[in-house]
């Protein structure tokens, strides 16, 4: 979640699911930019301070446009940690939502563009843009959980709360199709030139 021009950071939060006492912390990022580096520093403080997922969620970052967005990728951490302590939206890792969509014990939602499925595939998943999910919910079963996904997480989210106000009951898959591509789940993509960049990879043109 950074400006235009900000290289994107992934990150991982370990906390105490009974207090929300952050435990650890982990980022990937474009090494020269030290995005990554702060977005440690931070929860490195916060560690030390006994500090947790709701210190995160309100942090105040030094903010200009040129150079990164209001909210850091650890408010975010923040929030999303709040969120699944509270019970407002679960959260699922990639491999354990696709064995239940395997199983048919849950129904794997994708709401990326059309493009964006085009691009890679995600078997035993339903597409529905998240522009369309609305006009089509008879599509999607309510008699077991829907994992819903998108490309970072975002979409997932805003597809899941709007479900969930439906009587669904929704389960966000963590990291969404970025995390998908690096996890033990197979993708099949489609066209001359995959783009998944995934190395599990079931496109014969890869």
Do not use: W
Not at 107 to 114: A, C, E, H, S, Y
Not at 135 to 158: N, T, W
């Amino acid at each position: 979640p950074n400006g235009d021009d900000v290289p994107s950071v992934h990150m991982k939060l370990i906390f105490d699911t009974t207090d929300g006492r952050i435990l650890g912390a982990q980022a990937v990022g474009v090494a020269h930019t030290y995005a990554a580096a702060r977005q440690i520093d931070i929860c490195s403080a916060m560690i030390q301070k006994a500090g947790t997922v709701d210190d995160l969620a309100e942090f105040e970052p030094c903010y200009s446009p040129p150079y990164g967005a209001p909210k850091m990728t650890v408010n975010f951490l923040g929030m999303q940690a709040q969120n699944m302590m509270s019970g407002y939206q679960a959260v699922a890792q990639p491999e354990a939502s696709y064995a239940l969509a395997v199983a048919g014990e849950a129904t794997l939602l994708d709401v990326r563009g059309p493009d964006e499925a085009t691009q890679c595939h995600l078997p035993h998943s339903v597409f529905i843009p998240l522009a369309e999910l609305r006009k089509r919910l008879d599509e999607i079963p309510k008699d077991k959980p829907v994992h819903v996904l998108c490309a970072a997480g975002k979409r997932a989210h805003i597809a899941a709360r709007a479900l969930a106000q439906r009587g669904y009951q929704t389960v966000v898959v963590a990291g969404g199709c970025m995390c998908v591509r690096r996890s033990a789940v197979s993708t099949e993509c489609h066209g001359v030139d995959c783009s998944c960049e995934s190395a599990k990879c079931k496109c014969i043109s890869y």
